[in-house]
C-alpha cells in the first residue's frame, strides 16, 4: 500500500514538474513578444523625436533618489521647452509640482492596471500625442521608483540616466546590475549628505565600472548645486543623438 502511494506522488510529481516547464516555457515566449513589440514602438518613438530634434531623457533610480527635484532645477536653468511624463503607481503629486513651474506634464498611473513597476512605449506614445510635439525641445520620462522592472523595458530614450543617492550604500551597482548596463550616465544624487554619512565615492564609481566601464558618473546636488552646470552641459550637447 506504502509503496503504491509513493508511485502515486512520484507520478504526480513528474507530471506537474512538466506542466511547471511547458509553463516556464510559454511565459518566456510570451515575455519575447512583449519585449519585441516594445522595442519596436520604443525605435519608432526614439527616430520621431529625433527628427523633430527633440531630445528624450528617461530617468531611472529607488524611490526618493531625486528624479523630480532634478528635473525643477533642470527647468529652472534651461527654461520651459520641457515637456514630462510621470510614471508611478498612484498619485499625481510629482506632476503637479512641475506643473507650478509652467511646464506641460502628463501623468500615468499604473495602479488601475495592476499597479506594474515600470512603463512602456506603448505608454510613452500615447503619452506624447496628448503632449503634442510642439514647443518642445526636451522631454523627460520619470519612470516608475525601482531599479529592477524600468530597466528591462526600452522607452525610447535618447539617453538613460540612473539616479543613485548617497544614502543608498555603494554596493547598489552589484545587487541590480542591469539597471546600471543600460544606463549611459549614472547621477550620483544628494552629495551633500556625504558628511553625514560612511559612504565611499570612489567604492560607489568602482562598482558601476564593474557593471559597465562605459557608464559615465557625475555627483550631483540639488540643494547645494554641486554638479548641476555639467549636468545641464550634457543635455546641451544632447550625446549620441
Same mark, same amino acid.
Given at each position: 500500500?506504502?509503496?503504491?502511494?509513493?508511485?502515486?506522488?512520484?507520478?504526480?510529481?513528474?507530471?506537474?514538474?512538466?506542466?511547471?516547464?511547458?509553463?516556464?516555457?510559454?511565459?518566456?515566449?510570451?515575455?519575447?513578444?512583449?519585449?519585441?513589440?516594445?522595442?519596436?514602438?520604443?525605435?519608432?518613438?526614439?527616430?520621431?523625436?529625433?527628427?523633430?530634434?527633440?531630445?528624450?531623457?528617461?530617468?531611472?533610480?529607488?524611490?526618493?533618489?531625486?528624479?523630480?527635484?532634478?528635473?525643477?532645477?533642470?527647468?529652472?536653468?534651461?527654461?520651459?521647452?520641457?515637456?514630462?511624463?510621470?510614471?508611478?503607481?498612484?498619485?499625481?503629486?510629482?506632476?503637479?509640482?512641475?506643473?507650478?513651474?509652467?511646464?506641460?506634464?502628463?501623468?500615468?498611473?499604473?495602479?488601475?492596471?495592476?499597479?506594474?513597476?515600470?512603463?512602456?512605449?506603448?505608454?510613452?506614445?500615447?503619452?506624447? @500625442?496628448? #503632449?503634442? +510635439?510642439?514647443?518642445?525641445? =526636451?522631454?523627460?520620462?520619470?519612470?516608475?521608483?525601482?531599479? $529592477?522592472? !524600468? /530597466?528591462?523595458?526600452?522607452?525610447?530614450?535618447?539617453?538613460?540616466?540612473?539616479?543613485?543617492?548617497?544614502?543608498?550604500?555603494?554596493?547598489?551597482?552589484?545587487?541590480?546590475?542591469?539597471?546600471?548596463?543600460?544606463?549611459?550616465?549614472?547621477?550620483?544624487?544628494?552629495? @551633500?549628505? #556625504?558628511? +553625514?554619512?560612511?559612504?565611499? =565615492?570612489?567604492?560607489?564609481?568602482?562598482?558601476?565600472?564593474? $557593471?559597465? !566601464? /562605459?557608464?559615465?558618473?557625475?555627483?550631483?546636488?540639488?540643494?547645494?548645486?554641486?554638479?548641476?552646470?555639467?549636468?545641464?552641459?550634457?543635455?546641451?550637447?544632447?550625446?549620441?543623438?
Amino acid at each position: 500500500m506504502l509503496e503504491m502511494r509513493l508511485l502515486c506522488l512520484l507520478i504526480a510529481f513528474s507530471a506537474a514538474m512538466r506542466y511547471k516547464k511547458a509553463m516556464e516555457s510559454k511565459k518566456i515566449t510570451v515575455m519575447h513578444k512583449l519585449l519585441k513589440a516594445n522595442d519596436a514602438i520604443a525605435g519608432e518613438i526614439r527616430k520621431k523625436l529625433k527628427d523633430k530634434n527633440i531630445f528624450f531623457v528617461n530617468l531611472m533610480s529607488s524611490p526618493g533618489s531625486g528624479k523630480t527635484t532634478l528635473i525643477e532645477e533642470t527647468v529652472r536653468k534651461l527654461g520651459k521647452k520641457i515637456k514630462v511624463i510621470e510614471g508611478d503607481i498612484q498619485t499625481t503629486l510629482d506632476a503637479e509640482r512641475l506643473q507650478k513651474l509652467g511646464v506641460q506634464a502628463y501623468q500615468i498611473n499604473t495602479g488601475p492596471f495592476g499597479g506594474d513597476c515600470h512603463l512602456e512605449a506603448a505608454w510613452i506614445q500615447t503619452a506624447i @500625442d496628448e #503632449l503634442g +510635439l510642439d514647443g518642445m525641445d =526636451l522631454l523627460f520620462v520619470e519612470n516608475i521608483g525601482n531599479l $529592477v522592472c !524600468p /530597466a528591462e523595458f526600452d522607452v525610447g530614450a535618447h539617453l538613460n540616466v540612473l539616479l543613485i543617492s548617497v544614502t543608498e550604500g555603494e554596493d547598489k551597482p552589484l545587487k541590480y546590475p542591469l539597471a546600471f548596463q543600460v544606463s549611459q550616465l549614472c547621477l550620483v544624487t544628494k552629495t @551633500d549628505f #556625504l558628511p +553625514l554619512k560612511n559612504f565611499s =565615492l570612489k567604492k560607489l564609481r568602482e562598482n558601476i565600472k564593474k $557593471v559597465n !566601464p /562605459a557608464c559615465a558618473v557625475v555627483e550631483v546636488s540639488a540643494h547645494d548645486g554641486t554638479g548641476l552646470e555639467s549636468w545641464i552641459e550634457i543635455l546641451r550637447n544632447k550625446p549620441k543623438f
